[in-house]
Nanobody, 121 residues
Framework: QVQLVESGGGLVQPGGSLRLSCAAS????????MGWYRQAPGMQRELVAT???????NYADSVKGRFTISRDNAKRTVYLQMNSLKPEETALYYC???????????????WGQGTQVTVSS
């Protein structure tokens, strides 16, 4: 089983920064994409950013220019640097990996438990 553990969430003032990390454990044969999603209370989970195995990135329009997704393959970790945070970005941030555990498994989504980000003065 692939397990994802997020860290780095917390309380930050508007305009502040946080860096989220998501480390993977378990057997992984191939990673297709890694990404971050968020879900605010009463809202649907939404895409924040993704990074593909080839390195291409994709961002929600609302975070472009402020958030940066990156990865460290050796550490099997994906990061989300969040700058100029806004109160409306308060949410539970989830890590997602779309990957294959072995050469004969079908690729599937794996999710972390989430890390809370609260933007408030």
């Amino acid at each position: 089983q692939v397990q994802l553990v997020e860290s780095g969430g917390g309380l930050v003032q508007p305009g502040g920064s946080l860096r989220l990390s998501c480390a993977a454990s378990g057997s992984i044969f191939h990673i297709y994409t890694m990404g971050w999603y968020r879900q605010a209370p009463g809202m649907q989970r939404e895409l924040v950013a993704t990074i593909a195995s080839a390195g291409s990135t994709n961002y929600a329009d609302s975070v472009k220019g402020r958030f940066t997704i990156s990865r460290d393959n050796a550490k099997r970790t994906v990061y989300l640097q969040m700058n100029s945070l806004k109160p409306e970005e308060t949410a539970l941030y989830y890590c997602n990996w779309y990957c294959r555990r072995t050469s004969y498994d079908q690729p599937r989504d794996y999710w972390g438990q989430g890390t809370q980000v609260t933007v408030s003065s």
